[in-house]
Nanobody
Framework: QGQLVESGGGLVQAGGSLRLSCAAS????????FGWHRQAPGKERELVAS???????NYGDSVKGRFTIAADNAKNTVYLQMNSLKPEDTAVYYC?????????????WGQGTQVTVSS
């Protein structure tokens, strides 16, 4: 039924950069919106970025101008390029695929990858 596998998380210093990858299998890019959410301890899950098959992107206010989402259809992979990282970006980042014709609760999620930004 499909699978999303994340990679690229780790520990970086404030001001640094990191690129997350989300490899999709059994999930068609044309039928889904792909993106990233994040959740820090004690905080609500937050939309980071999303991208449609047509290339339309959307970003959370806290990451606009710093993060970029991109998709490589040939590799069935979605990326999140994170620049100018701040300590408040520390969170578990989850990749998702949301079917266009189904309610949001049918979205698929990756296992999450930890991003820690030190001061």
């Amino acid at each position: 039924q499909g699978q999303l596998v994340e990679s690229g998380g780790g520990l970086v210093q404030a001001g640094g950069s990191l690129r997350l990858s989300c490899a999709a299998s059994g999930i068609t890019f044309s039928d889904n919106v792909f993106g990233w959410h994040r959740q820090a301890p004690g905080k609500e899950r937050e939309l980071v970025a999303s991208i449609t098959n047509g290339g339309s992107t959307n970003y959370g206010d806290s990451v606009k101008g710093r993060f970029t989402i991109a998709a490589d259809n040939a590799k069935n992979t979605v990326y999140l390029q994170m620049n100018s990282l701040k300590p408040e970006d520390t969170a578990v980042y989850y990749c998702y695929a949301a079917p266009l014709v189904l309610p949001r609760r049918y979205a698929r999620w990756g296992q999450g990858t930890q991003v820690t930004v030190s001061s």
